[in-house]
């Protein structure tokens, strides 16, 4: 099915995200985390869509994913996806497999396969989890997957996250707010000139809303 057919993500993974969402994301984040978010009229809520952000918290893709008001596809080691009953709970909350020593290339190749089901596309720019949630060294998978489907990026910054578990396995309650910026549309070509650009254009844009605080 083209990305022109699908436009929302399948039924049983939208209420499942809904039922997981409304139970336990939202209610932990707005109480628990005193969570604000900012601007999530801004979230695109149908269509192949490609989220990048900050990443400094194991609790960032279920956090994201509450804030844009609809299901993110995130990267999961493909471990988890041999564990029977799990690896289809993941799979249809949206979770795809990245094999060890293969990243870049199983990991674009699945968030195309995301894209045509229509689902958001979750991508950290810095590929692994910083200690103050600030983007200084970007890598440029979003831009070229972006390119690649010619889908629209949407950076959002998550503030605060790196506190939550900043004192051992118990998470803090401690403050939390959600800002999603505006949509950079995709690179015109893989040209890795462009591709450096909008990366930067992403990266300043989710550092400025961070920039903000609370």
């Known amino acids: 099915m083209s990305l022109a057919q699908r436009q929302r993500e399948p039924k049983l993974s939208l209420a499942l995200y809904h039922l997981f969402k409304w139970s336990v994301v939202a209610p932990l984040f707005h109480t628990y985390l005193h969570g604000r978010i900012i601007d999530a009229q801004t979230v695109p809520q149908r269509g192949p869509?490609?989220?990048?952000?900050?990443?400094?918290?194991?609790?960032?893709?279920?956090?994201?994913?509450?804030?844009?008001?609809?299901?993110?596809?995130?990267?999961?080691?493909?471990?988890?996806?041999?564990?029977?009953?799990?690896?289809?709970?993941?799979?249809?909350?949206?979770?795809?497999?990245?094999?060890?020593?293969?990243?870049?290339?199983?990991?674009?190749?699945?968030?195309?396969?995301?894209?045509?089901?229509?689902?958001?596309?979750?991508?950290?720019?810095?590929?692994?989890?910083?200690?103050?949630?600030?983007?200084?060294?970007?890598?440029?998978?979003?831009?070229?997957?972006?390119?690649?489907?010619?889908?629209?990026?949407?950076?959002?910054?998550?503030?605060?996250?790196?506190?939550?578990?900043?004192?051992?396995?118990?998470p803090r309650s401690v403050p939390v707010t959600v800002r999603i910026g505006q949509l950079i549309p995709p690179p015109a070509s893989s040209d890795r000139h462009e591709l450096e650009a909008i990366t930067q254009a992403c990266a300043s844009q989710i550092n400025a809303l961070h920039n903000l605080g609370r």
């Open 49 to 170: 869509l490609i989220i990048v952000s900050n990443h400094a918290s194991y609790f960032d893709p279920p956090l994201l994913s509450n804030a844009v008001c609809r299901p993110v596809a995130f990267m999961a080691k493909a471990e988890l996806f041999k564990i029977p009953i799990l690896k289809t709970l993941i799979r249809l909350y949206g979770a795809y497999p990245v094999q060890r020593g293969a990243r870049d290339r199983s990991a674009i190749r699945a968030a195309h396969q995301a894209l045509n089901q229509g689902w958001s596309v979750g991508i950290f720019l810095t590929g692994t989890r910083t200690p103050n949630g600030r983007i200084d060294d970007p890598k440029l998978g979003a831009a070229l997957i972006a390119a690649q489907a010619q889908v629209p990026l949407l950076p959002v910054c998550l503030w605060g996250t790196e506190k939550i578990l900043s004192r051992g396995p118990i």
